[in-house]
T-cell receptor, first 115, second 112 residues
Framework: DAGITQSPRYKITETGRQVTLMCHQT?????MFWYRQDLGHGLRLIYY???????DKGEVPDGYVVSRSKTENFPLTLESATRSQTSVYFC??????????????FGPGTRLLVL | QKEVEQNSGPLSVPEGAIASLNCTYS??????FFWYRQYSGKSPELIMF????GDKEDGRFTAQLNKASQYVSLLIRDSQPSDSATYLC????????????FGTGTQLKVEL
């Protein structure tokens, strides 16, 4: 039971490069989420998706792009990485928005360093 | 005003004591509340969720909710060193989308 996985786990890149972080879940959950976690800010929602081909912005979407062509995958792309995007990125998924099914389960995270 | 407020700590308690973690939130329409535990360098993991006013118990953990006061808390009884972690309070925002809003977390240290 793989659950929810993220790759890569660690990434170092340079300012201006494009970076894609991958997220894969094996539960067939409808909802998927991308968060970033920084000291002093806690977890902040970047983008979320209610189903394949349905995505919406969260609290801090600028500089990021997402897609969801398949239910199980939700990649996050930094089109032109900036130092301010150095962070730990977590992907999460939930079954639905119905009470009792809205618990979000988190992947192991990707530590991204932008030089 | 932040949407979710938590005392950042660290909150230090001796082993075997009760740890009390508090959280206030600003979205009056929030109906679902989650507590996550996060060990250093790890991802958040669910501890409990609560929907109704009052107390909800699960083993050594008790969540308390008071919607009128916009207050939710987590009690940990018989605290163990393995409970040392950061505890994140997360209400679901109104407006749909199952969006959680997280507090910055309270760091708990359980001392031997």
């Amino acid at each position: 039971d793989a659950g929810i996985t993220q790759s890569p786990r660690y990434k170092i890149t340079e300012t201006g490069r494009q970076v894609t972080l991958m997220c894969h879940q094996t539960w067939s959950h409808s909802y998927m989420f991308w968060y970033r976690q920084d000291l002093g800010h806690g977890l902040r929602l970047i983008y979320y998706s209610a189903a394949a081909d349905i995505t919406d912005k969260g609290e801090v979407p600028d500089g990021y792009v997402v897609s969801r062509s398949k239910t199980e995958n939700f990649p996050l792309t930094l089109e032109s990485a900036t130092r301010s995007q150095t962070s730990v990125y977590f992907c999460a998924s939930s079954e639905s928005v119905s009470r009792g099914q809205e618990t979000q389960y988190f992947g192991p995270g990707t530590r991204l360093l932008v030089l | 005003q932040k949407e979710v407020e938590q005392n950042s700590g660290p909150l230090s308690v001796p082993e075997g004591a009760i740890a009390s973690l508090n959280c206030t939130y600003s979205d009056r329409g929030s109906q679902s509340f989650f507590w996550y535990r996060q060990y250093s360098g790890k991802s958040p993991e669910l501890i409990m969720f609560i929907y109704s006013n009052g107390d909800k118990e699960d083993g050594r953990f008790t969540a308390q909710l008071n919607k009128a006061s916009q207050y939710v808390s987590l009690l940990i009884r018989d605290s163990q060193p393995s409970d040392s972690a950061t505890y994140l309070c997360a209400p679901i925002l109104t407006g749909g989308g199952n969006k959680l809003t997280f507090g910055t977390g309270t760091q708990l240290k359980v001392e031997l």
